[in-house]
């Protein structure tokens, strides 16, 4: 499709698992965004990436999230040792050049539950 | 002010009428707004976008209106209708920075 992918679109794991989200941004954009939103809460910012640049995860929460991505297209986000707290939609967006103000466009998230 | 958890701001309107939706906004520096409108199990979804060179834009029956002097942001919505029904978001984007961040959110109830 034309717009961003994500998955899985629902994800339940157990406390203390490692989950592994997926992003496939819009063709031919350049930056790639992940962020998160609790229940009924707006998005706060987790990661970026802008080409080969080293990304900006000034966002992230904890050293237990981490995120990769490869060929300058699909990410992965990664959260080991799950806790109950790290439940929530987690959203990519990607845009064509962050440096002229383009739009962020984004995906339908996972909604990440932790049992 | 912030709204917390699933106390959205809610803005109940008629069919046929014209919305308004207020932003605050928290950054002095900010230089690039969107508003997104966000439906139940969806992603936010981009509606129209300003820069901080200019005070007003227009889209399809939307209007962005961007006040600097009091860091305020509003969403015009004429004729609304039902399927603008969702929850509004505006966002922020600090110059020198490629985050955005994002409002607590408005609820929009378009009543038949």
């Known amino acids: 499709g034309a717009g961003v992918s994500q998955s899985p679109s629902n994800k339940v794991t157990e406390k203390g698992k490692d989950v592994e989200l997926r992003c496939d941004p819009i063709?031919?954009?350049?930056?790639l965004y992940w962020y998160r939103q609790s229940l009924g809460q707006g998005l706060e910012f987790l990661i970026y990436f802008q080409g080969n640049s080293a990304p900006d995860k000034s966002g992230l929460p904890s050293d237990r999230f981490s995120a990769e991505r490869t060929g300058g297209s699909v990410s992965t986000l990664t959260i080991q040792r799950t806790q109950q707290e790290d439940s929530a939609v987690y959203l990519c967006?990607?845009?064509?050049?962050?440096?002229?103000?383009?739009?962020?466009?984004f995906g339908d998230g996972t909604r990440l539950s932790i049992l | 002010g912030e709204s917390v958890g699933l106390h959205l701001p809610t803005l109940s309107v008629q069919e046929g009428d014209n919305s308004i939706i207020n932003c605050a906004y928290s950054?002095?520096?900010?230089?690039?707004f969107i508003w997104y409108k966000q439906e139940s199990g969806k992603g936010p979804q981009f509606i129209i976008d300003i820069r901080s060179n200019m005070d007003k834009r227009q889209g399809q029956r939307v209007t962005v209106l961007l006040n600097k002097t009091v860091k305020h942001l509003s969403l015009q919505i004429a004729a609304t209708q039902p399927g603008d029904s969702a929850v509004y978001f505006c966002a922020e984007m600090p110059n020198g920075r490629r985050a955005l961040t994002f409002g607590s959110g408005t609820r929009l109830q378009v009543q038949p």
């Open positions: 063709s031919g954009h350049t930056a």
């Open positions: 967006a990607s845009s064509l050049d962050p440096y002229s103000n383009q739009p962020q466009h």
């Open positions: 950054n002095s520096a900010s230089d690039y």
